[in-house]
C-alpha cells in the first residue's frame, strides 16, 4: 500500500511548481478528481509553500494513508524530530469540534499503532484557512500528543516555531517514519468495514510476535474448506479464544474471503446477538452510503446478505427440507446456541411446531448436513461467555455430532478442554467416537480487543475465579498501559472516563442485566438500550454511549467493544470473606440464585462486561444504604474490600 500521494524533503517541495506537486497528487489518486478536491490540493499547497518557506527545512507529505481504514491526513509535516500532522478546512471560518476530532484521531491512531511514533511527538495541527487568530495550545494532551493546535492559513509558521522553541527532539530520518510498521487493532465495528470495503485482514491486524496472526486461523480454515470440497466431506471446525482475540474477525474475514473467493459457496457470517448484527449491519449500509452515495435501504440490503441474524436462518429451513443456498456457514458465538428444551419451547409457542425435540446445535448442522456433496461449519466459541438461560455452550454442539452425525469430520484447537469451554471434560469425553483433528491454529491466544494488555483477560479471570496471588501480579503489570481503577462515586467516574477519552474514542456506563437495585444512581438495566444508536452515534445525541445517561447490559455489548467503560457493579455479585455469593431480585427482594448453570451465567455476565474496554476502565460500586433493606452497605463493601486488596487504585 503507498503510504502517501507526495512526499519530500523542503528545498524540492519549494522549487517545485504547484502544478507538477498537483500532478503527482493526481497521479497518485486512486479515485476520480473533483474539482472540490484540486482546489482545495491547489489551495493547500499555495499555503505551505508560504508557511513552510519561512522554516526552510524538514520534510512534507500530502495525503498520508492510515492503513486501518483507510482514512488520510492532508498532510505531514517532519521537522527536528517533531510531526506534525495538518488537517485543512479551506475556506473555513470557525474551528469545528469535529474537525478536531478528526485531527485528534489521527494523532491518537498513529501513537497507539505506528511503530515510530511510538516514541515521538505528534502535534495535531487544525488549520480552519479564514479562522479568526487563536492562542496556541500549551500543553499535551496525553504523553507524546500535543493538545491540537488552532491555526489559520496565516499564521502556520508562528505555530510550528513554538512547537519547537519549546520542545527538543531527536532528529528523525523522514523516510523512517514513512516505512515505520503498522500495527493497528480496530474495533470490530471498523474490522468490518474495513473488510467489506475489500481490505485485507493484514492491513488492519496487528502481527507482532506476541499475538497469533490471524491470517494462519484464516489459512488453516481456508485448507480445511478446500480439502472437504475436493473430497466431497462434510466438516465443523472450532475456533476458540480469549476475549477479545479476533474470533469475530476471523470469521468475517473467512466469510468475505470466500464469498470473493467462489461466490457458488455463499459463505454467510451467522450470528444469534441481534445487537451485535444490528450494530454491523447498520454500520456497514452507514459507511457504504456515506462512500458511495448508494441508497441507504440497498446499502442496508447487502449488508444483509453478509451478516444475518442466526435465527432467521434457522427459521427458514423449518418449512423446507431443501439444502441452504449456503455451502458454508461461520455461527459466531456458537456456545450461546440453544438447548433442546430451549428451542422445543420456542418451536412450539412461536411456530406450532409441538413435537421438536432438537438442541439449536443439532437442528443447525442438520440443515447443512443436508448438502449431497459438502459443507463447512465453522463455530466461533468464546470461553466463558455463556450468559444466558437456555445457551447449550460448546458441549451440545459435541453431543449432537457424536449422536446424529458421526460421518462430519471435525477440526478443533488444542485448548479446546480449557474449562472456560468444556467445564471440566477431558478430551477423551468431550471427543470420543468423533473423528478428529487438532489444529493449533484454531485457537486465538492473544486479546486484541486492549491493544494497550494483553493480561486483561487474565487478570479477570483471576478476580472472578478468586484467584488472589494472580490477580495481583497481573494488575500490578497491567494498570500503567491500561488503567482499571475503582469508586465509590458515579459522578467521579463520569468525569474520570471523560478526562481520558480524546477525540471520538468512545466510552459508556455497563452493567449487568441483573443490576437492579442500581436504579437509585441513574442507572437503570431495565430501560433497554438502541444498541445500533448507543454504539455508533456521535457525542451530539443524547442516545449515544457519550452521553453516560442510558446503560448497556451484557446482552447488549457482548461481543462489541468501547474504548473506556464505567463497569456498575451491584449487589447480584457480592463478596463475602472469601467467596462470591450470587443473588437475582425479584419483586422486592435478593433470592439467592442456587443453581450451577445459572450461577455460571451471572459469572460469565461479569467476565463479558469487564473484558469490552479497549483501554481502560472504572469500576463503580455504590456504598449502598442502611435504609435501604435492598443496598445495605455490607451488600457492596466486601467487593469493595476484595479489588482493593488486589491492589486497585480509588479515585
Known amino acids: 500500500m503507498q503510504r502517501a500521494f507526495y512526499s519530500s524533503d523542503i528545498q524540492l517541495f519549494l522549487r517545485q511548481h504547484e502544478n507538477t506537486i498537483l500532478g503527482e497528487l493526481t497521479r497518485n489518486n486512486p479515485f476520480?478528481?473533483?474539482?472540490?478536491?484540486?482546489?482545495?490540493?491547489?489551495?493547500?499547497?499555495?499555503?505551505?509553500?508560504?508557511?513552510?518557506a519561512e522554516i526552510g527545512r524538514g520534510h512534507i507529505v500530502f495525503e498520508y494513508t492510515i492503513p486501518r481504514i483507510g482514512h488520510r491526513i492532508d498532510g505531514v509535516y517532519i521537522v527536528d524530530g517533531i510531526v506534525f500532522l495538518l488537517e485543512f478546512k479551506v475556506g473555513s471560518r470557525e474551528y469545528a469540534r469535529h474537525a478536531m476530532d478528526q485531527v485528534t484521531d489521527y494523532a491518537l491512531d498513529l501513537k497507539n499503532f505506528h511503530k515510530t511514533s511510538h516514541n515521538l511527538l505528534l502535534v495535531p495541527m487544525l488549520i480552519?484557512?479564514?479562522?479568526?487568530?487563536?492562542?496556541?495550545?500549551?500543553?499535551?494532551?496525553?504523553?507524546?500528543?500535543?493538545?491540537?493546535?488552532?491555526?489559520?492559513?496565516?499564521?502556520?509558521?508562528?505555530?510550528?516555531?513554538?512547537?519547537?522553541?519549546?520542545?527538543?527532539?531527536?532528529?528523525?530520518?523522514?523516510?523512517?517514519?514513512?516505512?515505520?510498521?503498522?500495527?493497528?487493532?480496530?474495533?470490530?465495528?471498523?474490522?468490518?468495514?474495513?473488510?467489506?470495503?475489500?481490505?485485507?485482514?493484514?492491513?488492519?491486524?496487528?502481527?507482532?510476535?506476541?499475538?497469533?496472526?490471524?491470517?494462519?486461523?484464516?489459512?488453516?480454515?481456508?485448507?480445511?474448506?478446500?480439502?472437504s470440497k475436493h473430497e466431497h466431506k462434510k466438516s465443523i471446525c472450532f475456533i476458540t479464544g480469549v476475549p477479545g482475540a479476533g474470533k469475530t474477525l476471523a470469521g468475517l474475514n473467512i466469510a468475505n474471503e470466500r464469498h470473493k473467493f467462489d461466490e457458488s459457496e455463499h459463505a454467510v457470517f451467522l450470528s444469534g446477538n441481534q445487537p451485535l448484527v444490528d450494530v454491523l449491519q447498520e454500520a456497514l449500509a452507514r459507511d457504504e452510503h456515506e462512500r458511495l452515495g448508494v441508497k441507504k435501504s440497498e446499502a442496508k440490503t447487502k449488508a444483509k446478505a453478509f451478516i444475518q441474524i442466526i435465527h432467521h436462518f434457522r427459521d427458514d429451513a423449518i418449512s423446507t427440507s431443501e439444502a441452504p443456498t449456503e455451502k458454508v456457514a461461520i455461527f459466531d458465538e456458537a456456545q450461546r446456541a440453544w438447548t433442546e428444551d430451549m428451542l422445543s419451547d420456542f418451536m412450539a409457542r412461536k411456530k406450532g411446531k409441538p413435537n421438536f425435540l432438537m438442541s439449536e446445535p443439532e437442528f443447525l448442522i442438520s440443515i447443512m448436513d443436508r448438502h449431497s456433496d459438502w459443507a463447512v461449519i465453522i463455530c466461533l466459541i468464546g470461553g466463558g461467555q455463556e450468559i444466558n438461560t437456555g445457551e447449550a455452550g460448546l458441549i451440545e454442539w459435541f453431543n449432537s455430532l457424536r449422536n446424529d452425525f458421526p460421518n462430519w469430520d471435525v477440526y478443533v484447537s488444542d485448548k479446546i478442554t480449557d474449562t472456560e469451554y468444556t467445564r471440566g471434560l477431558s478430551m477423551d469425553a468431550l471427543l470420543g467416537g468423533l473423528k478428529y483433528t487438532v489444529v493449533e491454529t484454531l485457537h486465538l491466544a492473544v486479546s486484541l480487543r486492549s491493544f494497550r494488555s494483553e493480561n486483561v483477560a487474565g487478570f479477570v479471570k483471576a478476580v472472578l475465579d478468586?484467584?488472589?496471588?494472580?490477580?495481583?501480579?497481573?494488575?500490578?503489570?497491567?494498570?500503567?498501559?491500561?488503567?482499571?481503577?475503582?469508586?465509590?462515586?458515579?459522578?467521579?467516574?463520569?468525569?474520570?472516563?471523560?478526562?481520558?477519552?480524546?477525540?471520538?474514542?468512545?466510552?459508556?456506563?455497563?452493567?449487568?442485566?441483573g443490576a437492579k437495585r442500581l436504579r437509585g444512581y441513574g442507572v437503570w438495566v431495565q430501560s433497554k438500550i438502541d444498541a445500533t444508536t448507543w454504539f455508533l452515534n456521535d457525542a451530539n445525541d443524547v442516545r449515544s454511549s457519550y452521553f453516560l445517561?442510558?446503560?448497556?447490559?451484557?446482552?447488549?455489548?457482548?461481543?462489541?467493544?468501547?474504548?473506556?467503560?464505567?463497569?456498575?457493579?451491584?449487589?447480584?455479585?457480592?463478596?463475602?470473606?472469601?467467596?462470591?455469593?450470587?443473588?437475582?431480585?425479584?419483586?422486592?427482594?435478593?433470592?439467592?440464585?442456587?443453581?450451577?448453570?445459572?450461577?455460571?451465567?451471572?459469572?460469565?455476565?461479569?467476565?463479558?462486561?469487564?473484558?469490552?474496554?479497549?483501554?481502560?476502565?472504572?469500576?463503580?460500586?455504590?456504598?449502598?444504604?442502611?435504609?435501604?433493606?435492598?443496598?445495605?452497605?455490607?451488600?457492596?463493601?466486601?467487593?469493595?474490600?476484595y479489588l482493593k486488596e488486589i491492589g486497585m487504585m480509588e479515585i
Not at 219 to 227: F, G, P, V
Not at 612 to 638: C, E, K, L, V, W
Request: net charge negative; proline share 4%; glycine share 4%.
Open 32 to 52: 476520480s478528481l473533483e474539482d472540490l478536491q484540486r482546489n482545495a490540493w491547489l489551495e493547500e499547497i499555495r499555503i505551505l509553500k508560504r508557511a513552510l
Open 128 to 227: 480552519a484557512t479564514r479562522a479568526l487568530v487563536h492562542p496556541f495550545a500549551n500543553h499535551e494532551m496525553k504523553p507524546g500528543i500535543w493538545e491540537t493546535i488552532k491555526c489559520n492559513q496565516d499564521n502556520i509558521a508562528d505555530a510550528i516555531r513554538y512547537i519547537l522553541s519549546i520542545n527538543n527532539a531527536i532528529p528523525l530520518d523522514a523516510s523512517e517514519w514513512m516505512s515505520s510498521p503498522y500495527a493497528p487493532t480496530p474495533t470490530i465495528i471498523e474490522a468490518a468495514q474495513a473488510l467489506y470495503r475489500g481490505h485485507n485482514v493484514t492491513d488492519i491486524s496487528r502481527n507482532d510476535a506476541s499475538a497469533v496472526n490471524l491470517n494462519q486461523t484464516t489459512a488453516a480454515i481456508n485448507e480445511i474448506i478446500e480439502k
Open 466 to 513: 478468586v484467584d488472589c496471588d494472580t490477580a495481583k501480579t497481573l494488575y500490578s503489570n497491567l494498570h500503567q498501559d491500561y488503567p482499571i481503577l475503582i469508586t465509590r462515586n458515579l459522578d467521579k467516574a463520569k468525569e474520570w472516563i471523560q478526562s481520558q477519552a480524546k477525540g471520538t474514542e468512545r466510552y459508556g456506563v455497563t452493567a449487568s442485566s
Open 549 to 641: 445517561e442510558d446503560t448497556a447490559t451484557e446482552f447488549d455489548i457482548q461481543g462489541l467493544e468501547l474504548d473506556w467503560t464505567i463497569v456498575c457493579w451491584d449487589a447480584n455479585l457480592r463478596f463475602v470473606r472469601d467467596h462470591f455469593e450470587h443473588y437475582s431480585f425479584t419483586g422486592s427482594k435478593w433470592m439467592n440464585i442456587n443453581k450451577p448453570e445459572n450461577v455460571l451465567y451471572l459469572k460469565n455476565a461479569y467476565r463479558v462486561l469487564l473484558t469490552r474496554a479497549r483501554q481502560g476502565m472504572i469500576i463503580f460500586i455504590p456504598h449502598g444504604s442502611n435504609s435501604d433493606p435492598t443496598r445495605p452497605h455490607n451488600y457492596y463493601d466486601g467487593t469493595y474490600h
